[in-house]
């Protein structure tokens, strides 16, 4: 079992980024206001896991203009997407050595 | 045990953000009950234009009956395009209290990134539908209007089910069954549509609602 705790990313490491991801792979861009209103976050923790995601270059930034006001949105790189579905795959076989252990 | 705990409520979590951010979910069961009884009178209107009742033109293409009806001083045509908006209108309005309610009461937005995608993915299969019968009735062939209608609302159900509750498609599927069975069965083309968007969106609505609204 510390195998796999081990190889768990640990830039997912916190629940609040695994859901930023969550929401980016299904969806192509993402505003800075609707993760916001999804994740019920505050401005400075939202911006503080963004940061750390865009630093691992999971996720990539597009900011632009709509009338006056800026708008950023976010979307998932592939490097980002296949990240993902290794956390994915080591959490499905942790959790699959627990139910093993549970039942034996 | 404890961190097995944990990554499964991670893992819950992160479904219902996929979920919620990927589909508008906010669609109320009521909406389709609203729509079926308003397209259950649009239907009785037909039938008081035409001066018959369901399932008395059985012997075939009872809608050559159309051609020559006016009645309330308009033609069939404009009769049928009025009865139509009116039907959509009252849908409409009666859908859309509905689910803004809903909404709110899940502290949802009603027009968000997802309702958008819903509505445009709705649009295009139905602008189209509507286009196709107006050519229909241009020339002359009502008899093909209430199944063509149930065909392309079917299209556009199952082009919308990928961005709202999944079980509109199989609605979708009904309709379109429904709407090709008329193609054949022009004498029953009406009872068909009356069925498809009033009974149909009533069970369905009711179905729904107690799924995801009832307690």
Redesign the interface.
Known sequence: MKDFITQLNPAFDHRNRLGIMSILVVNDWVEYNTLKELLNLTDGNLASHLKALESSEYIRVHKQFVGRKPQTTYGVTDKGKEAFKAHLDTLEAILTIAREGEDS | ?N??KQ??E??A???A??E???RFLSLSGLSGVWAGLCALAGAAAVYSFLGITPFSGRDGYYFQKAIHTTQWGMDYKSAFVLIALLVLATALVGGIFCTTRKARRQGH?IW??TSRRLLWALAIPLATGGCFCLALLYWDLPGLVPPATLVFYGLALINGSKFTLRDVEFLGLSEIALGLSGMFYLGTGLELWAFGFGVLHILYGAWMYWKYEGQ
């Open positions: 045990m961190d097995t990554h499964l991670h893992l979590e992160m479904r953000l996929m919620r951010s990927s937005r968000d990134a």
